[in-house]
């Protein structure tokens, strides 16, 4: 008998579609599955104001194929020079859906993040006031802070003084890579979510480093040991809903990838569906995919959960294309490492 499986369409609330060529080859490779998606605003210049964000916006939607349905949820770039009130007219318009915090020097395009905490202050106090969510890369940049630890210290000395400084903040901390992340997130209320990758749900830093270097699985945070993944995987298929899918696809060009100084970045917004329905299967939760990718999120957002539905069907393999091929060049899809069996039909 063939298994199937109908569950509310699904968003991705951490995506990068970049812009230009770009923008236009991945798009459709997450709209084919996923109603909406929180987009990122790490381009190069950043997404930091009201009027920057409407026109990425429409840039986004200008390069939505015909006949293809999808909502960008349009993010701003925290900088020291946010304007409080153009964030609260970004919101009230309902343009902004969230800010991203990312610490100066952490990640991708991330130099115009923040470095003093102080002075964006009144920016997140205004947040807290209006119950716009503030979405964090969680990591420490301090040189001596080894990268395995930098989320967890990155907990101690960043964050939980800020929500403590902040009472009402409402907190996504971004794909979170371990269990000191799980942990702080189940020890507090409902003010604070977490996001969760297909990749962090697979790999863990043996898939990057043994037997050669694997620039395709080479991410921000990066993948942690073992004990970590299988805690990111307890949480996700718990039906704890604070944690909830943001992909964090992050298309960059091969060149970009395997280079001796590479991006950081895994692109899993083709096979993600598929990708998740394995690991739920072999986590025995199954039942449990549907709010982890469709209804978790949504609820964290003060959003309805969408109405339409997809039905991912079990049959003998799934293939998708190895690459997707961009105007800029071609970007590798995220290879999981094992067989996917789940079809995915709108
Ligand atoms: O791996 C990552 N890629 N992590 C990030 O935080 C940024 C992203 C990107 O923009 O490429
Ligand atoms: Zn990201």
Same mark, same amino acid.
């Given at each position: 008998?063939?298994?199937?499986?109908?569950?509310?369409?699904?968003?991705?609330?951490?995506?990068?579609?970049?812009?230009?060529?770009?923008?236009?080859?991945?798009?459709?490779?997450?709209?084919?599955?996923?109603?909406?998606?929180?987009?990122?605003?790490?381009?190069?210049?950043?997404?930091?104001?009201?009027?920057?964000?409407?026109?990425?916006?429409?840039?986004?939607?200008?390069?939505?194929?015909?006949?293809?349905?999808?909502?960008?949820?349009?993010?701003?770039?925290?900088?020291?020079?946010?304007?409080? $009130?153009?964030? *609260? =007219? /970004?919101?009230?318009?309902?343009?902004?859906?969230? !800010?991203?915090?990312?610490? &100066?020097?952490? #990640?991708?395009?991330?130099?115009?993040?923040?470095?003093?905490?102080?002075?964006?202050?009144?920016?997140?106090?205004?947040?807290?006031?209006?119950?716009?969510?503030?979405?964090?890369?969680?990591?420490?940049?301090?040189?001596?802070?080894?990268?395995?630890?930098?989320?967890?210290?990155?907990?101690?000395?960043?964050?939980?003084?800020?929500?403590?400084?902040?009472?009402?903040?409402?907190?996504?901390?971004?794909?979170?890579?371990?269990?000191?992340?799980?942990?702080?997130?189940?020890?507090?209320?409902?003010?604070?979510?977490?996001?969760?990758?297909?990749?962090?749900?697979?790999?863990?830093?043996?898939?990057?480093?043994?037997?050669?270097?694997?620039?395709?699985?080479?991410?921000?945070?990066?993948?942690?040991?073992?004990?970590?993944?299988? $805690?990111?995987? *307890? =949480? /996700?298929?718990?039906?704890?809903?604070?944690?909830? !899918?943001?992909?964090?696809? &992050?298309?960059? #060009?091969?060149?970009?990838?395997?280079?001796?100084?590479?991006?950081?970045?895994?692109?899993?917004?083709?096979?993600?569906?598929?990708?998740?329905?394995?690991?739920?299967?072999?986590?025995?939760?199954?039942?449990?995919?549907?709010?982890?990718?469709?209804?978790?999120?949504?609820?964290?957002?003060?959003?309805?959960?969408?109405?339409?539905?997809?039905?991912?069907?079990?049959?003998?393999?799934?293939?998708?294309?190895?690459?997707?091929?961009?105007?800029?060049?071609?970007?590798?899809?995220?290879?999981?490492?094992?067989?996917?069996?789940?079809?995915?039909?709108?």
């Amino acid at each position: 008998m063939t298994q199937t499986l109908t569950i509310r369409r699904p968003d991705d609330w951490h995506l990068h579609l970049r812009d230009g060529a770009v923008l236009e080859a991945v798009l459709p490779e997450t709209a084919r599955h996923f109603a909406r998606a929180i987009i990122m605003p790490n381009l190069v210049p950043p997404v930091v104001t009201g009027a920057q964000a409407a026109a990425y916006r429409d840039r986004i939607l200008a390069a939505l194929p015909e006949g293809m349905a999808f909502e960008p949820l349009m993010t701003l770039y925290l900088t020291e020079d946010t304007d409080p $009130a153009d964030v *609260a =007219a /970004a919101h009230a318009s309902g343009l902004v859906k969230a !800010l991203k915090l990312y610490p &100066a020097g952490a #990640t991708t395009n991330s130099a115009s993040g923040v470095t003093d905490f102080d002075k964006v202050r009144p920016v997140l106090e205004k947040m807290a006031e209006i119950g716009l969510p503030l979405c964090v890369h969680g990591e420490v940049t301090d040189h001596d802070i080894d990268i395995f630890d930098r989320e967890a210290v990155f907990i101690d000395r960043v964050l939980d003084p800020i929500r403590r400084a902040t009472p009402g903040l409402r907190v996504v901390m971004e794909h979170i890579t371990t269990s000191d992340g799980v942990d702080y997130v189940k020890s507090n209320n409902a003010d604070l979510g977490a996001t969760i990758t297909t990749h962090h749900l697979i790999i863990n830093r043996n898939h990057i480093l043994v037997g050669g270097i694997k620039p395709h699985y080479y991410c921000l945070p990066v993948a942690k040991r073992e004990s970590h993944r299988l $805690a990111l995987r *307890a =949480a /996700a298929t718990s039906g704890d809903a604070r944690f909830f !899918l943001g992909t964090d696809s &992050a298309p960059h #060009t091969d060149p970009n990838k395997e280079s001796a100084c590479g991006c950081a970045g895994c692109f899993t917004a083709t096979n993600t569906m598929s990708c998740l329905a394995e690991v739920f299967e072999e986590e025995g939760a199954l039942d449990r995919l549907e709010g982890f990718a469709a209804l978790n999120g949504p609820a964290f957002y003060r959003l309805p959960a969408n109405e339409a539905t997809i039905t991912l069907t079990r049959g003998d393999a799934v293939t998708y294309p190895d690459k997707i091929e961009t105007g800029d060049g071609p970007v590798t899809v995220f290879d999981p490492g094992f067989p996917l069996h789940w079809s995915v039909s709108a």
